[in-house]
């Protein structure tokens, strides 16, 4: 198994990869908390989550 990834923003090993969308400045792969958080950040509103569980 290869080396495990960590989040850009927290340091967190990444379970389930996420990209950073080009309009936030980030490079890099983030853990699904951060990525979430970042969608709240760049779109304010009511967002539906899916995979809950997976918190």
Partial sequence: MGKKEKCVICSE????RFKAMEEWG???T???KCY???IDE????D????N????
């Avoid at 967002?47 to 899916?50: F, G």
């Avoid at 809950?52 to 918190?55: N, Q």
Wanted: hydrophobic residues 30%; charged residues 25%; aromatic residues 8%.
């Fill in 13 to 16: 090993i990444v379970g389930f």
């Fill in 52 to 55: 809950k569980h997976l918190d």
């Fill in 30 to 32: 983030l853990c699904g």
């Fill in 26 to 28: 980030i490079e890099g």
């Fill in 36 to 38: 979430s958080k970042k």
């Fill in 42 to 45: 760049h779109y304010p509103g």
């Fill in 47 to 50: 967002h539906v989550r899916v």
